[in-house]
């Protein structure tokens, strides 16, 4: 991804500068992670690299595409097949079996056989006995595979992960980061925001972010 002076003001009133202008790449392959306060734009700075919201200036490639040059249509698709998203809260639907929580999020794939896949992507995560089960019926450590299968199921080349760790208590949340770094490992470009030091020092390259302003390094 390549972030050329970026930046996100949320209008208001009054206007919120959540993302100052900021310049960053990040390769194929690589471990970052993101540590910032709460209200410092982590979350604002992962909802715009993961395609959700639109910078307010700036621009955004990723894989080399300009964001800025893609339709609502096509900036979907690209986030569908490229980018997987991983959640504090795991935002599973309470009623759908974990193979059918999967399953769905490949609507926006476009790719065939999404009960296949999904049973798959569950076995990646160690959950290949869990594949009926409601979420209610999971633990937290499973419900977030879950979701992490769920990220996976469209094979994307990046995982932006919003405080994983942030519900789970320190042993499950270990088996979440093994997870993560496992998939990191396979090639998967991992970005991981976190308001924890010790889950930040995981990655390979830490930014900081505080009050809109991202920097290189921990501060
Ligand atoms: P973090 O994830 O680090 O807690 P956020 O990115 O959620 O921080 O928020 C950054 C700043 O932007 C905060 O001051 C927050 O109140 C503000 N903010 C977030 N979302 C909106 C929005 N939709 N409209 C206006 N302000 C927002
Ligand atoms: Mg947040």
Known sequence: MELQDVELTYPGPPPVHALHPCALTVRQGEYVTVVGPSGSGKSTFLNVTGLLDRPTSGRYLLDGIDTG?????DLTSLR?????FVFQSFHLLPHRTALENVALAMTYTALPDSARRARSALEQVGLA?????????????????VAIARALVGQPSLLLCD?????????TAETVL??????H??????????????????????LSIRDGILTEGTS
Do not use: C, F, K, M
């Open 69 to 73: 040059d893609l339709g609502d249509g």
């Open 185 to 206: 490992a396979d090639g998967i470009t991992i970005v991981l925001i976190t308001h924890d030091p010790q889950v930040a020092a995981r990655g390979q390259r830490t």
């Open 80 to 84: 569908g097949r490229r980018i997987g």
């Open 163 to 171: 405080e994983p760790t942030g519900n789970l208590d320190s042993a």
């Open 178 to 183: 093994a997870l993560i770094d496992q998939l």
């Open 129 to 145: 006995h869990r594949v009926n089960a409601l979420p209610t019926r999971l633990s937290g450590g499973e419900r977030q595979r």
